[in-house]
T-cell receptor
Framework: AQSVTQPDIHITVSEGASLELRCNYSYGATPYLFWYVQSPGQGLQLLLKYFSGDTLVQGIKGFEAEFKRSQSSFNLRKPSVHWSDAAEYFCAVGARFGRGADGLTFGKGTHLIIQP | EAGVAQSPRYKIIEKRQSVAFWCNPISGHATLYWYQQILGQGPKLLIQFQNNGVVDDSQLPKDRFSAERLKGVDSTLKIQPAKLEDSAVYLC?????????????FGPGTRLTVL
């Protein structure tokens, strides 16, 4: 079965500084990888996804992520964070099962705090 | 377009009581998911529907949880009887087509507290 590890429960970054959130996955084949963001009182919103091809993927709100098969990682980055980026970030992996099942397996999340 | 709607937004019940949550997906979305998000954890898939058929319910505790999606549109998730460990946010999501891994659009969730 697939699994996702987000090693950092909390990360604090100064506004304007760069950001990297770590994600490691476990899956026997090529995974489908996702990053979602969850703001207080809001639903989960997709930031970006990787299916195949270019290992550096661009997402919304200036985020990008790089798939590294050798490290089983899919780290999320942003060159300069804004106060509005404070939220909970979830990495997720998907596997292709039979009958169209494609529910996601999520990590426990990383809580991002932005310092002024 | 309107997003995924869920109700109620909050619910407090005593253990051993029953509770039901309702989800209305984005219009035209064929696939509907229910996830359970316990505090401090990521969402966990409970059940996936395509139209009105169940595709995956392998993680649904079937002795107490049930779900249906009549007419392939809105859906209801029920817990009967509830346990303390069922306290969580229940998220509904929908996806536009039957292709794998289209973006899932999430609703705001229903926060359940079991006392």
């Amino acid at each position: 079965a697939q699994s996702v590890t987000q090693p950092d429960i909390h990360i604090t970054v100064s506004e304007g500084a760069s950001l990297e959130l770590r994600c490691n996955y476990s899956y026997g084949a090529t995974p489908y990888l996702f990053w979602y963001v969850q703001s207080p009182g809001q639903g989960l919103q997709l930031l970006l996804k990787y299916f195949s091809g270019d290992t550096l993927v661009q997402g919304i709100k200036g985020f990008e992520a790089e798939f590294k098969r050798s490290q089983s990682s899919f780290n999320l980055r942003k060159p300069s964070v804004h106060w509005s980026d404070a939220a909970e970030y979830f990495c997720a992996v998907g596997a292709r099962f039979g009958r169209g099942a494609d529910g996601l397996t999520f990590g426990k999340g990383t809580h991002l705090i932005i310092q002024p | 377009e309107a997003g995924v709607a869920q109700s109620p937004r909050y619910k407090i019940i005593e253990k051993r009581q029953s509770v039901a949550f309702w989800c209305n997906p984005i219009s035209g979305h064929a696939t509907l998911y229910w996830y359970q998000q316990i505090l401090g954890q990521g969402p966990k898939l409970l059940i996936q529907f395509q139209n009105n058929g169940v595709v995956d319910d392998s993680q649904l505790p079937k002795d107490r949880f049930s779900a249906e999606r009549l007419k392939g549109v809105d859906s209801t998730l029920k817990i009967q009887p509830a346990k303390l460990e069922d306290s969580a946010v229940y998220l509904c999501a929908s996806s536009p087509s039957l292709e794998y891994y289209n973006e899932q659009f999430f609703g705001p969730g229903t926060r359940l507290t079991v006392l």
